[in-house]
């Protein structure tokens, strides 16, 4: 694995390898914190100059920082005892046995010398004296802090040394590493999971890939790796590493450190004053312990997985008799949430009392940051009557996003729980209840039934409380109204909603409930009516009112956020729906786990409207096996539908031909994400199976009025335009009018153009859908445009045109896109990289500027364009645009 810490790390391992084999002193002086790989890059650099130099390596140690020499001592063997402390003839013999060691080849020597900074203070001057007079080259490995030797630094200061601070791994890197260590496609979200977990360092990233292996939680299905649970910190790889920290520490560093991972964060002074100060700020030295905050404030450990590793470690006689010990220090009611989990997951472990509304708060929490095991343990140990609908309710949404539907329609129906039931609100408790009903196969007729009869039993049993019936009258009516959208029934739904608004009132206890529900299903009732723009202002207001209330209300992020994103997408506004998704996974990785199939799918959509093929593919096909084993929001129908799509429009027959048979085998969610996957499964039987459906897209509208509504309508028409549809042009021009959104006006003026046929049209088109973001469209619009252009007679501005399309196809991030119904005739030897790499040079970029856009190095640009000169046969940059366009 040690391959795998250097992912990343060319530029360095470049730049270092050159210092070491320049003329003159030469020293390189690597700096990072434990497992970032500093290590890893010093032996990778003596292994490349190994066949040039004669190695000879030294190892600081924390037991040997005090002794003079001492790791020097592998190479004084041979020392007289009564020279043992003279510099002098310890020099000379450590030349000695390099000389032995280098023999008749006159090769130099390579020092490398790990954990610099343990070194004591003699050993560090001979290694400094012995670069300083061009004897030896130095590669050192040290952490900032407590920071390299004196003698070592004084080495950078007089210019005979680099200085590299290696950072974390970024998101992108940690994916190439993931990759290539499991030898197969990840999903992105458990990508994001890892990097998030391990923060880019590539050891304990290592720990986690094998132990979540070993314990079946890293699965792979159909070439797709993905996480199915959170990842525990209980493997024995990551236990491994934290027993090595631990036994290098003294018997006061592990104590102190049992007490932070139990008890974290943990005051300062608290700690100072049971194990010491000096104690303490060796570990912050080691960088094993954190400050939360700067000097003084609370303590924790370096890295949640390791204080969850060190717990593992810890006995329970043990947890229980340091928690006595600190019960005095702690909190009653910690300051914040990460405080308060610990208290009561400790708590619970060793089988103290808890408060009930302590348990709750915890619970509560505990879900919302998807921590489901601890939100289930502190919900069931509930006992007031008064306080154990609200834990049900907790239970019910665990249970829920774990695909357990039966057991939250259980957890909900006691006791007509699901509209009497706080924190998650009635109302919230409702919507939870109705969609667990409905993906267990029950009808909206039926949930809307039992909704009616559950309200008028619990009025019953509460008509000497007027408010509350009127509340709960309500609240039965808002699952009616979400039935009617859940069915399609957009009309009947927009008089509901009025009628709903009508009988809201500001001081009504459960106004922020009723208005949050109200402006979701404006929101989508708006998109679907071909009102996106009016559809994302609804949400937004939506979203704005879910954070003031955030800390009260359990389900209704979930029912927001999936319409607010698919309104972004519907409005074109691109940056709003991702933001959105990410808000799903902005509070904890399992958040990726739990969400990451819907997530995905949904931004394959995003990708697929912007035409940006290519990597929507690579976003839905891994989507779909993991909205195999999690779906809470009920959308595996929509992204095998689009992964489909996306393969048989990509010409990948075997992946289409395996997803077709995968299609209608979910259960269905919404009717307009429903109406979606219905339109582009027809799509892709038609791109699959030329003349087999393109007329039963055709005929839709006419036989469904959800498909004769525009959000619905325009999808269809532009997946008929795409096909090659010829009367979808002025379809779209009419729909397309009336909308709002860069989606919509885009397109809109795409078929404007196809219907007047002029250049300068296409041109116009191009350049609006560019600004839109919409990359893909907009090269079919400018290849249109240098093709009426030629036909035109119009040389220059065929020329230009096709500068602006392959502008667009390289900003794609896909292979090179034209129009299927247009005759050209513009093929090239080039790979996709190349393509990209060729179209940006024609652009006018630099290859530096190349090269940060594509996220590769200037040498990788330099090496594509010369093969490509090659291919092409020119010699020169400036020849490209011609030699790609004839």
């Not at 190095?857 to 090659?870: F, M």
Request: aromatic share 4%; proline share 4%.
């Amino acid at each position: 694995m040690q391959a795998e810490h250097l992912v990343g790390r060319e530029a360095e391992l470049e730049l270092a390898t050159e210092i070491l084999r320049q003329e003159g002193a030469g020293a390189v002086l690597l700096l990072a914190d434990p497992g970032i790989g500093k290590t890893a890059m010093a032996a990778e650099i003596a292994a490349r100059l190994a066949g040039e130099m004669v190695v000879m390596r030294v190892h600081g140690s924390p037991a040997l920082s005090a002794v003079p020499f001492g790791v020097l001592a592998p190479y004084l063997l041979d020392l007289p005892v009564e020279q043992a402390t003279s510099p002098v003839a310890i020099l000379r013999e450590f030349w000695s046995q390099f000389e032995k060691r280098r023999g008749n080849a006159g090769a130099r020597l390579l020092l490398v010398v790990d954990d610099a900074h343990d070194l004591d203070e003699g050993s560090t001057q001979i290694l400094a004296e012995l670069v300083t007079a061009g004897w030896a080259r130095l590669v050192a490995t040290g952490r900032p802090r407590p920071g390299l030797p004196a003698a070592l630094l004084q080495l950078w200061y007089d210019g005979l040394a680099e200085r590299l601070e290696l950072h974390p791994l970024d998101k992108e890197t940690v994916t190439e590493l993931v990759e290539k260590t499991l030898g197969g496609t990840v999903m992105a979200s458990t990508a994001d999971v890892f990097h998030t977990v391990s923060e880019g360092n590539p050891l304990l990233l290592r720990s986690l890939l094998e132990d979540a292996k070993a314990e079946g939680n890293l699965v792979r299905r159909n070439g797709v790796w993905f996480l199915t649970r959170a990842l525990t910190g209980r493997g024995e790889g990551l236990a491994e590493v934290v027993r090595n920290k631990v036994l290098r520490t003294s018997e006061a560093e592990r104590e102190a450190m049992f007490v932070i991972a139990l008890s974290e964060p943990v005051p300062a002074a608290v700690l100072d004053s049971m194990v010491g100060r000096d104690t303490v700020r060796a570990l912050m030295d080691s960088r094993l312990v954190l400050s939360t905050n700067g000097a003084g404030s609370p303590l924790k450990m370096w890295h949640p997985m390791y204080g969850e590793a060190l717990r593992q470690i810890v006995s329970p006689a043990r947890s229980l008799q340091i928690r006595q010990r600190m019960v005095q220090h702690l909190l009653t009611a910690p300051a914040t949430a990460e405080g308060l989990l610990r208290m009561v997951s400790w708590a619970l472990d060793c089988g103290a009392d808890v408060d009930d509304e302590q348990l709750l708060e915890a619970a509560f929490l505990a879900a919302k940051l998807l921590q489901n095991p601890l939100a289930m343990a502190a919900a069931s140990e509930v006992r007031s009557e008064a306080l154990r609908p609200r834990a049900r309710a907790v239970m019910a949404m665990v249970n829920y996003n774990d695909g357990d539907y039966h057991s939250t329609v259980r957890l909900l129906e006691e006791e007509a729980g699901f509209l009497d039931a706080d924190p998650s609100g009635p109302l919230g408790a409702g919507l939870l209840w109705a969609a667990a009903r409905s993906a267990v196969g029950d009808s909206s007729e039926d949930i809307v039934a039992d909704a009616r009869a559950a309200a008028d039993a619990l009025a019953e049993r509460r008509a000497d409380d007027g408010v509350m019936v009127q509340q709960i009258r309500r609240h039965a009516v808002a699952l009616e109204l979400a039935a009617l959208a859940h069915d399609g029934r957009y009309a009947e739904l927009r008089e509901g909603l009025d009628s709903f608004e009508a009988g809201l009132a500001a001081d009504q206890p459960d106004y922020v409930m009723n208005q949050l529900f109200l402006l979701a299903m404006r929101c989508e009732l708006l998109m679907v009516e071909g009102q996106p723009v009016q559809a994302v202002d609804k949400g937004r207001d939506a979203m704005v009112l879910l954070d003031e209330h955030k800390d009260d209300l359990l389900y209704f992020s979930d029912f927001i956020l999936v319409r607010f994103a698919l309104a972004a997408v519907e409005s074109g506004e691109w940056a709003a729906a991702e933001n959105a998704l990410n808000r799903y996974a902005a509070s904890s990785a399992m958040g990726l786990i739990t969400f990451g199939g819907d997530i995905q799918t949904l931004k394959g959509l995003s990708l697929l409207r912007q035409g940006r093929l290519e990597q929507a593919g690579l976003v839905l096909t891994p989507a779909v096996e993991a909205l195999k084993v999690k779906d809470p929001q009920r959308l595996r129908g929509l992204g095998t539908a689009l992964a489909f799509y996306a393969a048989a429009r990509a010409n990948n027959t075997a992946l289409a031909r395996r997803l077709e048979t995968e299609l209608g085998g979910a259960a269905p969610g919404g009717a307009y994400v429903e109406a979606l996957a219905e339109l582009f499964t027809l799509a892709g039987k038609e791109h699959l199976d030329k003349g087999s459906s393109l007329e039963t897209l055709r005929l839709l509208p006419e036989t469904a009025a959800l498909h004769r509504l525009p959000g619905v309508l325009l999808q269809n028409l532009v997946l008929r335009a795409e096909l090659g549809d010829a009367e979808a042009a002025l379809a779209i021009q009419e729909t397309a009018s009336a909308m709002g959104g860069s989606w919509a006006h885009g397109w809109e003026s795409l078929a404007s153009a196809q219907v007047g046929g002029a250049g300068d049209g296409f041109v116009n088109a191009g350049n609006l859908l560019a600004a839109a973001g919409m990359p893909g469209p907009a090269a079919v619009a400018f290849d249109r445009a240098a093709n009426a252009f030629d036909a035109e007679g119009k040389r220059p501005e065929a020329r230009q045109a096709a500068v602006l399309r392959d502008v667009s196809e390289a900003n794609l991030g896909d292979a090179l896109v034209h129009d299927p119904h247009t005759e050209t005739d513009r093929s090239v030897p080039l790979t996709r990289r190349e393509q990209d790499i060729v179209a940006l040079a024609v652009s006018g970029l630099t290859d530096r500027q190349i090269a940060e856009k594509l996220m590769v190095s200037v040498r990788t640009v330099e090496g594509h364009l010369y093969r490509s000169y090659a291919k092409l046969g020119i010699r020169r940059r400036e020849d490209l645009g011609a030699a790609v366009r004839s």
